[in-house]
RNA sequence: GGGCGCGUAGCUUAGCCUGGAUAGGGCACCGGGUUCCUAACCCGGCGGUCGAGGGUUCAAAUCCCUCCGCGCCCGCCA
């Protein structure tokens, strides 16, 4: 940066600095590892760009840091001397070992909300992009230094969970005929809960369609249990179905640490203080039955959805309603507040947001926003509509289909040993293809693709540590310390390698920034096909002079590999 | 109708915030590579009007406008 200055001086020119930095292009291209176009400093001095990027290359002064300059058109394109960026990128990741990557600690605590699926049943695929990007997110946070508290919000007070008591509360010979055979016939003795509670639970939806005095039975339900007469099993229902879709996700290695259950802001007057702020806005309004309203016109929402209905005429409470109560403990607890939302909530999330303003409150939470996964046929997964497919049912194709291709290669592991790597490769597989797509891109869901074990994909980053994790194994070099020499690391792909290796801890900046954390899937496989790049190309474990440098290099791959894995909540294997 | 999001090779995806040099991966397809540290790998090839049109700019996949297509939402559901 000071050389192009002053090289730029020394042509006649003044630069900012500022300026210069935000020009620079800190990718390269294949002539550079950072390139600057000169265009827009030549048109400010009137110069011609390609004389004056030739004048720039000339005038440079040397730089340790910087093995080469030249011009290239109107570019300047910089060569970083790679043993002084390897000395210090090697020193890093091995001195750091899993701190690399990360940032230092910062005060400011975060919560991140994701999941909260309502307990009615099993985990389908259309809800985990939630759970795996907030996951993956909250992750990624933690390593850059931010406390991060992540919750799952508990529905217990809705129609939804209220369906599930409604029905189960009642003997089985009073329940309805349609409804009573969908839990007749194939019982499973042993089956998950989430899956036998939630058994009833599209043909409930469906009868209520048809049925009033069915739904007021419900909503007489709803009145009971917003009222604290909740019936005995209510929860405990609940309970089960969550500890059921929770086992699913622990496979994943998705765990919370904390359950918010939404009846709590009944429960201890806070959805009443809501209430009392709401009616108190200045933009409440009654309805002729009693429910409350606000017009929230003004507060940017789309003309037709400016009227928000916060209290039923019956006097139970709305989750818009509660959700501010929710949004207001987490204000007080939490210097960030990060939701993890389908974008089906996004018009909530920006009510929220108005409901929040209309109370006076000056704080927000932050969205983040995902499209939906979709079923080829088109549409949004759908429990009633019979095109769901359950997790637990992924899960499983995916440890068969992992088993069998652990088996082709290995037959020298015991089976427990096969089962552990099978279980790991699956979920690996699971959770790459998930997190590995933006989140505002939608995503169809087809099995050849979420099972996929090579290219891009989460096995193949596994691979790759597993064939590092071999290589220093049969070294001898499992452990530290790793001395090397980086003066000897002048090859190419060693070079490559040693420059993908130093961007870690900008992606891990970049997706903690932006939330953006499809950016790490993007960085894994990077790295690993840089790698595997290397392995091909480069003895490490036969070379001469430099296998002592090369075995650190690779415990450097490894460390960093694994740091990316642990980022994805990827299980590193050290063989496959 | 309104709001939000998306549209990049046969399929899938990165890049868009913060405009720069031949738009980067993966799958599929074609051709190679294993007496050698894990072939879930590597090398080469094929394949692109970046939805369409206009504008801004020395320079547009990227910024602005219009249009087209697809998805979601517009409940006293969650």
């Known amino acids: 940066m000071a050389g192009i200055t002053k090289s730029a001086g020394s042509a006649g020119l003044t630069v900012d600095a500022e300026s210069l930095r935000a020009q620079l292009d800190l990718e390269g291209g294949a002539e550079s590892d950072i390139a600057l176009p000169v265009h827009r400093l030549a048109q400010g001095a009137g110069r011609d760009p390609g004389v004056l990027a030739a004048t720039l290359a000339e005038g440079f002064p040397p730089d340790p840091a910087i093995a080469r300059v030249a011009a290239h058109g109107a570019y300047l394109n910089f060569r970083v001397d790679t043993?002084?960026?390897?000395?210090?990128?090697?020193?890093?990741?091995?001195?750091?070992?899993?701190?690399?990557?990360?940032?230092?600690?910062?005060?400011?605590?975060?919560?991140?909300?994701?999941?909260?699926?309502?307990p009615t049943g099993p985990f389908h695929?259309?809800?985990?992009?939630?759970?795996?990007?907030?996951?993956?997110?909250?992750?990624?946070?933690?390593?850059?230094?931010?406390?991060?508290?992540?919750?799952?919000?508990?529905?217990?007070?809705g129609r939804q969970a209220t369906m599930i008591t409604w029905i189960w509360s009642m003997p089985r010979d009073a329940w309805p005929?349609?409804?009573?055979?969908?839990?007749?016939?194939?019982?499973?003795?042993?089956?998950?809960?989430?899956?036998?509670?939630?058994?009833?639970?599209?043909a409930v939806s469906a009868y209520l369609k048809e049925h009033a005095e069915a739904r007021e039975a419900v909503a007489a339900l709803v009145r009971a249990i917003e009222t604290g007469q909740a019936p005995a099993e209510h929860h405990a229902l609940a309970q089960q179905i969550l500890d059921g879709m929770?086992?699913?996700?622990?496979?994943?290695?998705?765990?919370?640490?904390?359950?918010?259950?939404?009846?709590?802001?009944?429960?201890?007057?806070?959805?009443?203080?809501?209430?009392?702020r709401l009616r108190a806005a200045p933009h409440a309004m009654r309805e002729e039955n009693g429910a409350l309203a606000i017009d929230a016109a003004g507060h940017g929402l789309p003309k037709e959805s400016t009227r928000v209905v916060v209290q039923r005429g019956d006097g139970t409470s709305l989750y818009v309603t509660r959700d501010i109560a929710y949004h207001l403990e987490k204000f007080a607890r939490f210097d960030r507040v990060i939701d993890v939302l389908g974008q089906d909530h996004q018009l909530h999330a920006r009510t929220l947001a108005a409901l929040l303003e209309e109370i006076g409150e000056a704080r927000r939470p932050s969205f983040v926003i995902y499209q939906d996964i979709t079923v080829p046929e088109g549409g949004r997964m759908s429990t009633r509509g019979g095109s769901a497919v359950w997790l637990d049912q992924l899960l499983e194709e995916a440890v068969s289909r992992a088993r069998k291709e652990v088996l082709t290669r290995r037959e020298d592991l015991p089976d427990s040993e096969v089962d552990r790597i099978a279980e790991a490769v699956a979920t690996a597989a699971i959770r790459y293809h998930v997190v590995r797509v933006a989140p505002e891109k939608p995503v169809v869901f087809r099995w050849e693709d979420a099972l996929s074990f090579e290219g891009r994909s989460g096995p193949f980053v596994q691979y790759s540590y597993a064939r590092a994790s071999s290589v220093l194994r049969k070294g001898g070099a499992d452990r530290p310390p790793y001395p090397f020499d980086a003066a000897l690391l002048t090859d190419p792909e060693e070079a490559a390698l040693v420059r993908t290796l130093a961007g870690f801890p900008r992606a891990v900046a970049y997706a903690a920034r932006t939330a953006h954390v499809h950016t790490i899937a993007g960085y894994a496989h990077e790295l690993a096909d840089r790698f595997n790049r290397f392995y091909h190309a480069v003895p490490v474990l036969k070379s001469g002079a430099e296998r002592e440098t090369r075995i650190a290099l690779v415990a450097a791959v490894r460390q960093t590999l694994g740091n990316a894995l642990d980022l994805l909540g990827i299980a590193p294997l050290e063989r496959m």
């Not at 009846?263 to 009392?276: T, W």
Request: some cysteine.
């Open 83 to 118: 043993p002084r960026l390897a000395a210090a990128t090697l020193a890093a990741v091995l001195g750091l070992g899993p701190g690399y990557g990360g940032g230092p600690p910062t005060p400011a605590r975060a919560c991140v909300e994701h999941t909260s699926a309502n």
């Open 125 to 157: 695929i259309g809800r985990v992009r939630n759970a795996i990007i907030g996951d993956t997110l909250a992750r990624v946070l933690r390593v850059s230094g931010v406390p991060v508290t992540t919750q799952y919000y508990v529905d217990d007070m």
């Open 177 to 202: 005929a349609p409804i009573r055979a969908t839990v007749e016939g194939e019982e499973v003795p042993g089956e998950k809960p989430d899956r036998y509670r939630g058994r009833p639970y599209p």
């Open 246 to 276: 929770l086992s699913s996700l622990a496979r994943l290695h998705i765990h919370f640490d904390e359950f918010v259950w939404e009846s709590r802001f009944v429960a201890d007057g806070s959805v009443d203080r809501v209430l009392d």
